[in-house]
């Protein structure tokens, strides 16, 4: 009898488990999609990066992969959201700052490569955590080409974004 009552509490556990777990990530239907923070460009690169539409069936894995979405479109420092139990999705931005200026540090850029070696840089840019991999590339991929084989470069932010500096170490070029 202790036998059957233990199979009979661990199936009845299991199913009540199952149930909380399929109410817990059932579908809902959208109601309303409503995004906070930013310009409005920034909340139409949002909801297009989001792709959901009012009237859509989403579930919690389906809404943490349009979240993923929006975060890469490398254009925000934060982003949260939330989809509610009425079937509202709530999205709230941290834009990050455009870059005003930009300054170089440590070796000096050689002459021949200072109007080629960033050409990509521009004020008012929003330098994500992307771009800044790819500038980074760029520069040193375009260094080694020109004969320096060690070059490096570090991109930071400062002042919440709006200065870049450009760390390079140029390192002994080949002969």
């Known amino acids: 009898m202790t036998v059957r009552l233990r199979t009979v509490l661990g199936i009845g556990l299991l199913a009540l488990a199952t149930a909380g777990v399929l109410r817990a990530d059932s579908p809902r239907l959208?109601?309303?999609?409503?995004?906070?923070?930013?310009?409005?460009?920034?909340?139409?690169?949002?909801?297009?990066?989001?792709?959901?539409?009012?009237?859509?069936?989403?579930?919690?894995?389906?809404?943490?992969?349009?979240?993923?979405?929006?975060?890469?479109?490398?254009?925000?420092?934060?982003?949260?959201?939330?989809?509610?139990?009425?079937?509202?999705?709530?999205?709230k931005l941290e834009p990050l700052s455009p870059v005003a200026t930009w300054k170089w540090e440590g070796d000096a850029v050689p002459v021949a490569l200072r109007k080629t070696v960033l050409p990509e840089l521009r004020k008012g840019q929003r330098l994500g955590l992307q771009r800044r991999t790819v500038l980074t590339g760029l520069v040193e991929q375009r260094l080694h080409d020109a004969g320096y084989p060690a070059a490096t470069l570090r991109l930071t932010l400062e002042g919440g974004g709006r200065q870049a500096r450009l760390l390079l170490a140029l390192g002994a070029p080949s002969l």
Not at 47 to 54: I, T, W
Not at 71 to 89: H, I, M, N, P, Q
């Open 30 to 91: 959208l109601k309303a999609i409503r995004i906070d923070g930013g310009s409005e460009d920034d909340r139409q690169f949002a909801a297009a990066a989001l792709g959901l539409k009012p009237g859509q069936s989403m579930d919690d894995a389906g809404f943490q992969q349009a979240l993923a979405a929006v975060r890469l479109v490398d254009r925000f420092s934060s982003v949260e959201g939330s989809l509610e139990a009425d079937g509202a999705v709530v999205l």
